[in-house]
């Protein structure tokens, strides 16, 4: 069975910093790319960054410079560091992982900015 278990989200103030992980298990998680998506109400779900199974890592042009996205094969973890954080920021974050038969989503974790 396949789970992502996000954690770290909350409450920060416009300019501060969060650290929102995810932890993997039932996949081979070394083999899978990661991603973090995030989504507000009334709003599409949209992919703020990955990091592939060989480390290269991709983001969406609004949190590039401010976001670092990491992995550690070991603990079977993703995180995604976020800097410089904006009220725009606050949604709710989405781990994912598509493997090659299915694709898997985390519960979210809520990440409030505020001004």
């Known amino acids: 069975q396949v789970r992502l278990v996000e954690s770290g989200g909350g409450l920060v103030q416009a300019g501060g910093s969060l650290r929102v992980s995810c932890a993997a298990s039932?996949?081979?998680?070394?083999?899978?790319?990661m991603d973090w998506y995030r989504q507000v109400p009334g709003k599409q779900r949209e992919l703020v960054a990955r990091i592939s199974s060989g480390g290269i890592l991709t983001y969406a042009d609004y949190v590039k410079g401010r976001f670092t996205i990491s992995r550690d094969n070991v603990k079977n973890t993703v995180h995604l560091q976020m800097n410089s954080l904006k009220p725009e920021d606050t949604a709710e974050y989405y781990c994912h992982v598509r493997t090659l038969r299915y694709e898997y989503w985390g519960q979210g974790t809520q990440v409030t900015v505020s001004s």
């Open positions: 039932g996949i081979i998680f070394s083999a899978n790319a």
